[in-house]
């Protein structure tokens, strides 16, 4: 042998230099000069990644690229594809691959492409890095009112200790959700959509989609609570002041909705606006922070000290590190239901997800340091105020310690020179850790630094809110889970803005602000936030045990069972928080779940649940191999020949009928051509899936290329299900027009049932007066099926949508004949039996004929009827046919169907040998076989004039089939008795033939 002259196997690549090339209008896009692919401006693939470099010698093949792996275009240049496995495969000579990098997203000929057509380099939208776009505004919207109003009365009620229990038992469930967050973020490329976006990819549409909407609508509602606390804090200024507006209830809906409006300005702005004034809130909250800490170092004047304000002393620190539980929420939980709202916010970060340049870096890096350092803040907060101030003080000035009352003097203060005793006492304090909000205000070096730190808090989460609520509602409108709010998806600018969202949500702050009570809202919108929490730790924990190879977080520092643990600890605080907003909110989840669950959007987002689905299918097939088969749960198993399913609906619904929530069904198509990309997509076509899936019919579909016919059967009869889930009965259609097709194709349709027959199959073949092909002519290569030539290329499926069937309508109170002839283990009892189970034929009559003697007729149909009632089936309707082994009338339509296949006299006359004749031409009939197969034929006569005189108007027959002996039954006349047995009939005829093997006892073990 002659070695190749390239290191390429022989292939010159050079030759294909015409094949891989794509001319524009104004030369050469791209192309191949047998070493490199170029493209218009000059540069090479092979320049850009080398095959030759990596692999050492000249070939097709490409080493790794991006563009082969990313869903989108890189601006301004082409996105190159990977060769298929059939360009490197297939015989170069015989084919004409398409060209080797073509443009996916253009939707043109390749050849209509030119280099005016790249896509021009856009600006650049505005993204944020880790610190401006997530860690800020996580910290910003942690920050809020409940800091600087809520945690000093806290410190008082709990004390040090027990608070900084609260503030860590608080951030470790905010923690361990940001290691959850983290995970789900760093596990692929994170979109814009944030919450919504990370939930909905990792547990599917049915959860996400729920979430998302509600969490969208409490993002919203909190606009209006922070707006309200603004507004609330104004009017008590102005009312300070001698200010007013109209009346306190409406100065705040009138500052609340002015509020609302600028809110909406800044965000319609843009998000480089909205970024730039967060930026000054966070800037506003520090200096308001550095202000508290300078205030606590400087010495108290006596004004301050009349209020309970010392600055450090060990003595108040060690007395306020206890607790002092007062009032009705004077406990633990309560302390802890008031805070816990102060923790949540970490989100934020995440809901701009879009706008990130880096979300799989930004959102774990800023989400855990804004956790870390707003719990480091409170932390600091609550032991620096509770060190310097004491719980109850009068405020007097005159209330200093006199020294005739220094012996009764009560309380922490009497060692600082103040009698605070009297108002101790009758508990009329109104001054201290215990009694006044706005403590941090008092403690500071300058009051109004405070309240602007209170106005950055309220304007930096309402402007949070207001942003993540359109983002989070955009990507659920995108994905067209729920009807009507498509219209809100639609983007705006290169920042893809939701102008309309936007819009939505000031609609939707405004009305709740004109309330200006939401008091009664305000616990349900903190469940909504709780419930996304305990969702997102159940996503990681539910894709980690899952063992998924696509769960492959960048992000190592989670674990599973501290996610599960986050999401139960985050159901209990809902309900520890208010018990019934807790129900509510569990109650729409599972209101939405449950739409999304009804109305199955076909979308596929490979999610932990379609992961967890497979390992629970997997075990449990694998757990069915442990336990050997019992004839009790014997189950039809069908492996049903329909072809395209669409263009046999009558056979798929029949076969649907009584697997259906059953038993295993499984719709097989052979394509008999050689085996091309164009082929593979035939056979395994998603359509064939989604075809059955709208039709409600609950089946598998499996299909194969193959040279013939037969060839294909013999692969799906052996090759189909898994494990024990495999068929074991072969159905299929009768063929109609063996008459008028080639001898060839009766033998291989013949031998299909012989095949089926030596695996140990049962068989059923199913005969309709009007056919079960809805097909028109075409040209093609696909095998049509058996009521035409699978040779002749000529015909293809072209069904309307979704036609109707005799199957699908009520049967009424008709009959189910069973002509129970033969024993052949029960199938052809038990076929009818799982049929009567469903509606449609219900009130259908089941009528069991069988073979007898004349003279013991009324005693074999107790026998009968007594086996058949052992099996606990139903049928109560026996009749025993004496007749059936009479003489049929004569006639010649036998004669007719097998006369063209009867060995003629030139052929007997021959040199042919019998066994060489039976070889070449199997079909043919001799008059030996017509003769040794004489009482046969004539059953076969006499069963069709029984079935013609008793169901004539039953709604279905079924007949035991007839079994050929292989080599001694030709396959023209078989057929000619399943022709002669099932013909004249109206309605549709199934011949059943189990493999011998029991289905029905009547045995409990």
């Excluded at 896009?29 to 540069?43: M, P, V």
């Excluded at 729920?482 to 405004?510: C, M, Q, S, T, W």
Aim: glycine share 8%.
């Amino acid at each position: 042998m002659r070695s190749p002259e390239t290191p390429n196997e022989g292939i010159s690549l050079s030759a294909l230099r015409s094949q891989f090339s794509v001319n524009g209008e104004e030369g050469p896009k791209y192309g191949f000069d047998g070493s490199r692919y170029h493209y218009g401006d000059g540069t090479s693939v092979a320049s850009q990644n080398s095959s030759q470099i990596l692999t050492g010698y000249d070939t097709l093949d490409v080493g790794p690229n991006y563009d082969f792996y990313a869903n989108t275009n890189a601006l301004g240049r082409v996105r190159r594809s990977r060769p298929s496995l059939f360009q490197l495969h297939s015989n170069i000579e015989d084919s004409c691959p398409p060209p080797l990098y073509e443009e996916t997203n253009t939707g043109r000929a390749p050849g209509d492409s030119s280099e005016d057509d790249v896509e021009e380099p856009q600006s650049e939208p505005t993204r944020f890095g880790w610190v401006k776009g997530v860690m800020i505004r996580c910290m910003l919207n942690i920050w809020g009112v409940i800091l600087y109003l809520r945690l000093p009365w806290i410190t008082a009620q709990a004390g040090i200790g027990l608070t900084w229990v609260i503030i860590l038992l608080s951030s470790c469930i905010t923690g361990i959700t940001g290691l959850s967050t983290s995970a789900i973020a760093t596990n692929g490329r994170v979109k814009g959509g944030g919450t919504y976006f990370l939930i909905s990819r990792s547990l599917g549409p049915e959860l996400g989609g729920s979430i998302g909407l509600i969490f969208a609508f409490a993002n919203a509602v909190a606009v209006a609570m922070h707006t309200v606390g603004f507004a609330e804090t104004v009017q008590a200024l102005m009312q300070e002041s001698g200010a007013s507006i109209v009346d306190p209830i409406n100065d705040i809906r009138i500052i609340g909705v002015i509020t609302v409006t600028c809110l909406l300005a800044i965000s319609l702005a843009g998000m480089e606006w909205e970024a730039k004034a967060q930026v000054l809130f966070f800037i506003v909250i520090l200096v308001s922070f550095a202000n508290y800490i300078v205030g606590t170092i400087i010495p108290a004047t006596p004004q301050k000290q009349a209020k309970g304000f010392f600055s450090y002393q060990a003595d108040i620190f060690a007395e306020n590190f206890v607790p002092n539980w007062r009032g009705p929420e004077g406990n633990f939980f309560g302390m802890f239901s008031i805070f816990f709202p102060s923790a949540t916010g970490i989100l934020a970060g995440a809901n701009i997800s879009g706008d990130l340049k880096d979300p799989t870096v930004a959102i774990p890096r800023g989400t855990l340091m804004a956790i870390f350092w707003t719990t480091l803040s409170y932390l600091i907060i609550a032991a620096t105020i509770g060190a310097c101030l004491v719980r109850d003080a009068s405020g007097i000035m005159n209330d200093t310690l006199a020294m005739s009352s220094a012996d009764s003097c009560q309380g922490l203060a009497c060692q600082y020179g103040w009698d605070f005793t009297d108002c101790i006492t009758n508990r009329t304090c109104t001054y201290g850790l215990s009694n006044q909000y706005q403590s941090m205000s008092l403690v500071s070096g300058f009051a109004p630094l405070i309240t602007a730190g209170i106005f950055g808090a309220t304007l930096s989460s309402a402007l949070a809110c207001l942003v993540s609520a359109p983002k989070v509602f955009q990507c659920l409108c995108k994905d067209n889970l729920y009807p009507v709010i498509g219209f809100f998806g639609k983007g705006n600018g290169k920042n893809d803005e939701p102008i309309r969202g936007y819009v939505l949500a000031y609609i939707i702050a405004v009305c709740f602000v004109l309330i200006a009570e939401l008091n009664t809202i305000a616990p349900i919108i903190s469940n909504f936030f709780l419930c996304s929490y305990a969702l997102i730790n159940f996503s990681c924990f539910h894709a980690s045990i899952t063992n998924s190879p696509g769960w492959r977080p960048s992000f190592r520092f989670y674990s599973k069972w501290m996610s599960l643990l986050g999401a139960v600890v985050s159901v209990i605080i809902m309900f520890l928080l208010t018990w019934w907003a807790a129900l509510i909110a569990i109650g729409i989840v599972i209101f939405l779940l449950g739409y999304v669950l009804y109305k199955r959007p076909s979308v596929n987002w490979g999610s932990s649940v379609q992961a967890g689905s497979y390992n629970m299918a997997l075990s449990y097939c694998v757990s069915l191999n442990q336990v050997d088969d019992h004839i009790k749960n014997y189950r039809p198993q069908c492996l049903v020949l329909t072809g395209p399913p669409s263009c046999r609906p009558a056979l798929v619904d029949f076969v649907g009928t009584f697997t259906k929530n059953l038993s295993l069904m499984i719709c097989g198509n052979v394509v008999t051509v050689s085996p091309s990309p164009a082929t593979l997509d035939t056979a395994s076509s998603n359509s064939h899936v989604t075809w059955l899936n709208k039709r409600q019919i609950k089946s598998f579909y499996h299909g194969v290329v193959a040279n013939d016919l037969r060839t294909g059967v013999k692969m799906l009869l052996q090759g189909a299900g898994l494990g024990r889930i495999r068929p074991n009965v072969l159905l299929t259609g009768f063929k109609r027009d063996w008459r008028k097709d080639k001898p060839s194709c009766i033998d291989n349709y013949i031998g299909i049932l012989h095949d089926a027959f030596d695996l140990q199959y049962g068989v059923c073949v199913l005969r309709m007066r009007e056919g079960l092909d809805v097909f028109r002519q075409a040209q093609t290569h696909v095998n049509p099926g058996f009521e035409a030539s699978p040779e002749s290329g000529v015909n293809t499926c072209v069904p309307p949508p979704q036609p109707s069937t005799v199957f699908q309508s009520q049967q009424g109170k008709k009959t189910i004949d069973v002509y129970w002839l033969f024993d052949d283990g029960g199938l052809t009892l038990l076929l009818p039996y799982l049929l009567t189970r469903k509606k449609r034929w219900a009130r259908c009559k089941v009528r069991v004929f069988v073979g007898g003697d004349i003279q013991r007729k009324e005693e074999q149909r107790k026998e009968v009827m007594d086996l058949i009632s052992k099996f606990r089936l139903g049928f109560h309707d026996v009749e025993v046919l004496p007749d059936i082994n009479a003489r049929p009338q004569p006639e010649q339509r036998f004669e007719d169907l097998i006369g063209p296949y009867r060995i003629n006299t030139a052929q007997k006359d021959g040199h042919v040998t019998a066994e060489q004749l039976n070889q070449d031409c199997p079909w043919m009939v001799s008059d030996e076989e017509i003769e040794t197969n004489k009482p046969k034929t004539l059953r076969q006569i006499r069963l069709n004039e029984v079935l013609q005189d008793y169901s004539r108007d039953a709604a279905i027959i079924f007949v035991t089939m007839p079994v050929g002996r292989r080599g001694q039954c030709p396959s023209a006349l078989y057929m000619a008795w399943l022709e002669t047995l099932s013909r004249d009939l109206r309605p549709p005829v199934l011949l059943v033939r189990g493999n011998q093997e029991n289905v029905l006892t009547f045995y409990c073990q």
